[in-house]
């Protein structure tokens, strides 16, 4: 069972890492070359509807120690379903991506600009 936990605090740190790697680039620019790929990669998985391959590794893990599974997703599990909410309604959904897609715009947005201030030769902060 500690595997499996473990799995699921790196799951958690994915996830994190997902929402604030574009505002922490701000601070450390190369992380981009980290953060994009596994911003693309998470929302390529979440938009395709298929199984998260951590959530995946994760339940096979708890199911191996004789722990039973759960349903709906890291997300559903962790996050949604102790505050009373179901993962899977519209508003749920749209509250994620919204965050998700939403935050990452902000950090980008600014590298962005801090970007083309430094090419206009303007000072930077």
């Known amino acids: 069972m500690l595997l499996a936990n473990a799995v699921a605090v ?3 740190a994915v996830v994190l890492f997902m929402l604030t790697g574009a505002l922490l680039a701000l601070r450390w620019p190369r992380l981009v ?3 994009a790929p596994v911003a693309l990669a998470v929302l390529a998985v979440n938009a395709s509807g298929a199984p998260c391959p ?3 590794v ?3 893990l708890r199911e191996r120690a004789g722990a039973a599974p759960y349903d709906g997703g890291f ?3 962790f996050l949604f379903a102790p505050l009373g909410l179901d993962v899977r309604s519209a508003g749920v959904q749209i ?3 919204t965050v998700a897609l939403g935050l990452n715009a902000v950090g980008y947005a ?3 600009e801090r970007v083309r201030r430094r090419r206009a030769g303007l ?3």
Do not use: K, P, Q
């Open 75 to 77: 997300l559903g599990n």
């Open 110 to 112: 600014l590298l962005a």
């Open 33 to 35: 070359l980290v953060h």
């Open 123 to 125: 000072r930077v902060r």
């Open 58 to 60: 994760e339940l096979a």
């Open 54 to 56: 951590i959530t995946t």
């Open 10 to 12: 790196l799951h958690a």
């Open 95 to 97: 509250g994620m991506y």
